[in-house]
């Protein structure tokens, strides 16, 4: 059994189609959850017993682009080598020879344009699989969300007396955002909630803050959470519009987790992105860093074999081991608020518990292949790294879905930074010329 769910694009409708009839035809009994959050559908996967999820969503892209996602058994991502044969398998557009797609930022492969050709259907020996549409699954989903929850002050709901803005990004938590904080006690403002299959992501949602900041202030609201298109991240702001990142967010919850005696091997895990005031707030609360390159997949494995319980990215892709097995923006929200709640602090203090140092960060637009192997790059990027020794980081990343290298300086100077960075980036462009 498969279950099917996808966020609110357009080419999603099509796209579901093609996935449940394909998977039907093919023997499989699928259970087609329709919009829903892509933690759901892993979530769901597990707790339905089902074989495998299917999720039809480009996370953050623009409406244009769409992917498709994978979790086996109970939820989790496939391993790289089993979604590099897949795509191996995958046929080039007009003819059967395979393809390297193009990736989303989580691995997934992102399908632009409509399908020039169809593999012919075959009747398997076993018959066609069954699909039911299994929407009442997301009440199942609503109910897992709150019961992971603390019980609020004098027995409240965890979020009683707070007024929240909550930006959906008119994606796959339209619905069920706004529901869950309402269910733990919240007063909500719902913005980004209306999506009509290319708006998703459109000036609002996670990458576009400033949508919710005004809101926040607009409403006299005490917080703002901001989802992507998919909802498997969340950032937030304060009742004055100042952002908070997964760094702060991650602050927050390990030290409330720390306190409370759950935060296994007191310890979180986070990727090489993560900034040098995240390290030294873990460091002053006795709490211990792993760091991992780049990719919620490498902070999920990290944690499953050091049995860590808290780990995420700067994106605000933050994993809760146990509660779910991937990014999930609306548990996070939900816990991010709770914390504060039950700590008593307003979320300006708690975005003040880590200082953010300035961090410098440059998309250079070009052939990343040749720029990254140029010795003159790789000389410029050691003597930039010896010249700031441990007070800075230099961090050179080729993007995984756009010919990008993306040029990261981090210091306690501000000016420092940005020069770095500029001698690094005229370097780069150098090196793709």
């Known amino acids: 059994m498969a279950v099917v769910g996808r966020d609110s694009r357009a080419s999603g409708d099509f796209l579901e189609a093609a996935v449940v009839a394909g998977l039907a035809s093919s023997g499989v009994d699928v ?18 017993s089902a074989d495998f999820g299917v999720v039809l969503s480009a996370s953050h892209n623009p409406a244009a682009d769409n992917g498709i996602k994978f979790f086996g058994r109970a939820g989790v991502k496939l391993p790289d080598e089993t979604e590099d044969d897949i795509e191996a398998r995958l046929p080039s557009p007009g003819g059967t020879t395979p393809r390297t797609p193009r990736c989303a930022p989580d691995g997934s492969a992102i399908v632009s344009g409509a399908p020039t050709a169809a ?11 069954r699909v039911t549409d299994a929407y009442s699954a997301h009440e199942t989903y609503l109910d897992h969300l709150l019961a992971t929850l603390p019980a609020g002050p004098a027995g409240q709901p965890p979020l009683h007396g707070l007024r929240v803005v909550v930006d959906c990004a008119h994606g796959a938590a339209y619905s069920i955002g706004p529901r869950a904080l309402r269910r733990a006690g919240a007063e909500v403002i719902a913005i980004g909630a209306a999506p009509d299959g290319e708006n998703i992501n459109a000036g609002v949602g996670s990458t576009h803050l400033g949508t919710l900041a005004a809101a926040v202030t607009e409403h006299g609201a005490d917080a703002g959470l901001a989802f992507d298109g998919d909802a498997d991240r969340c950032l937030a702001v304060d009742g004055d519009g100042q952002p908070l990142d997964g760094d702060q967010i991650l602050v927050v919850l390990a030290s409330q987790l720390k306190r409370s005696n759950q935060l296994a091997g007191d310890t979180v895990v986070v990727t090489v992105m993560s900034n040098l005031g995240f390290h030294d707030a873990m460091r002053e609360s006795g709490i211990s860093v792993v760091e991992t390159p780049v990719g ?24 809760q081991m146990g509660h779910a097995t991937t990014g999930d923006g609306v548990l ?70 756009e010919p990008v290298i993306r040029v990261m300086v981090e210091t306690r100077q501000p000016e420092l930074a940005e020069q770095v960075a500029g001698e690094l980036v005229a370097v780069v462009r150098a090196a793709m010329s």
């Open 31 to 48: 259970l087609r959850l329709g919009i829903i959050p892509t933690p759901a559908v892993a979530y769901l996967t597990g707790a339905l």
């Open 119 to 129: 593999m012919a259907p075959h009747v398997p020996a076993h018959g066609f699989g």
């Open 332 to 401: 996070t929200g939900l816990h991010l608020l709770a914390a504060v709640n039950s700590i008593g602090i307003p979320v300006s203090a708690a975005g003040k518990m880590m200082t953010r140092y300035p961090q410098v960060l440059i998309n250079v637009r070009g052939d990343k292949d040749r720029a990254m192997a140029s010795p003159e790059l790789a000389a410029a990027v050691s003597s930039a790294r010896s010249m700031l020794g441990e007070a800075g980081r230099v961090l050179l990343r080729p993007s995984g879905t």
């Open 296 to 319: 919620d997949k490498h902070v999920y494995a990290a944690m499953r074999d050091g049995g860590y319980t808290l780990g995420g990215e700067q994106s605000g892709h933050i994993i």
